[in-house]
């Protein structure tokens, strides 16, 4: 398949974490932006990103199909970002965010012509899986394929950067608990992508006729342990806080007891559904396509970023001489 011309692309969560990111990647390349959000009012931070006119928001909710079939119409290119971590019941529910809003986008995209499709996804997205998260990620490839055969598939592990859920969730947690905690003694793998590299990898993505039809897994160059990872914060943030060894178990009845915050749409510290998945390693296939195959050979490791944004949980933030212990 040949490469595709800059022309007209929709972003569906274009204003989130990656989103915004892939907008900035995209105008770069002289696309014309739609971003196709719940609430535009809240996504025109992202309109710098690009030159005047280049950007454009509508008011898109997912699980609508004409709200969809709407932000799709004269799209040479269609990149669905819409994910959500937690199950929140409804229209932010796993169900909704992720299967049902594959569909709709999948089946408008084909209405109306689109070329290229990418949908972002996860490592670990499998409909058969046992975690909520995983199973329904997976579940939304498939209806992408069903109706795209040749659509992009990016599954990022866990995506870092200075607006990151992970680090900084942790980074705060250090300044003001006593211990940190280790779920499942703290074994499990993650290959950290930076945000910027993910941002980069979908724009190849829409752009690369030879990324037609395959799945990427996008990890960075270094494999972390869940340890390792708090080891990291606790380093950045100088904070020495102690990790406690929290048995899946145990944390599976915290996460099922701390869902019921998701339900009010609030954002719980732990679900069950992340404690499943936390059982599995997150980390890259070997024999899986990746970041190198998309031509970017130096992606960003988690050292060199972290410490650019970690430093505000110090005791001093920026002003601090060292990190304080």
Not at 123 to 151: C, F, L, M, Q, W
Not at 231 to 260: D, W, Y
């Given at each position: 398949m040949a490469d595709l011309a800059p022309g007209v692309v929709t972003l569906f969560g274009g204003s989130g974490f990656i989103g915004s990111q892939a907008?900035?990647?995209?105008?770069?390349?002289?696309?014309?932006?739609?971003?196709?959000?719940?609430?535009?009012?809240?996504?025109?931070?992202?309109?710098?990103?690009?030159?005047?006119?280049?950007?454009?928001f509508m008011r898109c909710d997912v699980t609508n199909a004409e709200d969809v079939a709407a932000a799709v119409r004269g799209s040479h290119a269609v990149v669905n970002l819409v994910g959500v971590l937690h199950d929140g019941g409804g229209k932010r529910g796993f169900k909704s965010a992720h299967v049902e809003a594959a569909k709709n986008i999948a089946q408008a995209a084909k209405a109306a012509g689109v070329e290229r499709v990418v949908q972002i996804s996860a490592i670990g997205a499998d409909a058969n899986s046992r975690s909520a998260y995983a199973h329904t990620k997976g579940e939304a490839e498939n209806e992408i394929r069903a109706v795209y055969p040749d659509a992009v598939i990016l599954r990022?592990?866990?995506?870092?950067?200075?607006?990151?859920?992970?680090?900084?969730r942790f980074a705060a947690m250090a300044t003001m608990a006593p211990a940190l905690p280790l779920i499942g003694g703290g074994k499990t793998q993650f290959q950290p992508v930076y945000v910027g590299d993910v941002a980069e990898a979908v724009a190849r993505a829409v752009i690369r006729g030879d990324?037609?039809?395959?799945?990427?897994?996008?990890?960075?160059?270094?494999?972390?342990?869940?340890?390792?990872?708090?080891?990291?914060?606790?380093?950045?943030?100088?904070?020495?806080?102690?990790?406690?060894?929290?048995?899946?178990?145990?944390?599976?009845?915290?996460?099922?007891?701390?869902?019921?915050?998701?339900?009010?749409?609030l954002t719980p510290p732990l679900?069950?559904?992340?404690?499943?998945?936390?059982?599995?390693?997150?980390?890259?296939?070997?024999d899986a396509a990746g970041l190198t195959d998309l031509g970017m050979v130096h992606p960003t490791s988690m050292g060199s970023i972290a410490p650019s944004y970690l430093w505000r949980y110090r005791d001093g933030g920026q002003f601090a001489v060292s990190p304080a212990h």
């Amino acid at each position: 398949m040949a490469d595709l011309a800059p022309g007209v692309v929709t972003l569906f969560g274009g204003s989130g974490f990656i989103g915004s990111q892939a907008v900035r990647a995209l105008a770069r390349r002289g696309w014309r932006i739609r971003v196709a959000v719940r609430n535009p009012v809240l996504a025109i931070e992202v309109q710098p990103l690009g030159d005047p006119g280049q950007i454009q928001f509508m008011r898109c909710d997912v699980t609508n199909a004409e709200d969809v079939a709407a932000a799709v119409r004269g799209s040479h290119a269609v990149v669905n970002l819409v994910g959500v971590l937690h199950d929140g019941g409804g229209k932010r529910g796993f169900k909704s965010a992720h299967v049902e809003a594959a569909k709709n986008i999948a089946q408008a995209a084909k209405a109306a012509g689109v070329e290229r499709v990418v949908q972002i996804s996860a490592i670990g997205a499998d409909a058969n899986s046992r975690s909520a998260y995983a199973h329904t990620k997976g579940e939304a490839e498939n209806e992408i394929r069903a109706v795209y055969p040749d659509a992009v598939i990016l599954r990022p592990s866990l995506v870092f950067g200075a607006s990151d859920g992970f680090l900084n969730r942790f980074a705060a947690m250090a300044t003001m608990a006593p211990a940190l905690p280790l779920i499942g003694g703290g074994k499990t793998q993650f290959q950290p992508v930076y945000v910027g590299d993910v941002a980069e990898a979908v724009a190849r993505a829409v752009i690369r006729g030879d990324a037609a039809g395959r799945t990427f897994e996008l990890g960075g160059p270094d494999v972390y342990t869940f340890r390792e990872v708090l080891e990291l914060v606790c380093r950045e943030t100088g904070r020495n806080r102690p990790l406690l060894p929290i048995p899946f178990p145990v944390a599976r009845l915290m996460g099922s007891v701390f869902q019921t915050v998701a339900l009010l749409g609030l954002t719980p510290p732990l679900t069950r559904d992340q404690v499943v998945m936390l059982q599995s390693d997150n980390i890259v296939s070997p024999d899986a396509a990746g970041l190198t195959d998309l031509g970017m050979v130096h992606p960003t490791s988690m050292g060199s970023i972290a410490p650019s944004y970690l430093w505000r949980y110090r005791d001093g933030g920026q002003f601090a001489v060292s990190p304080a212990h």
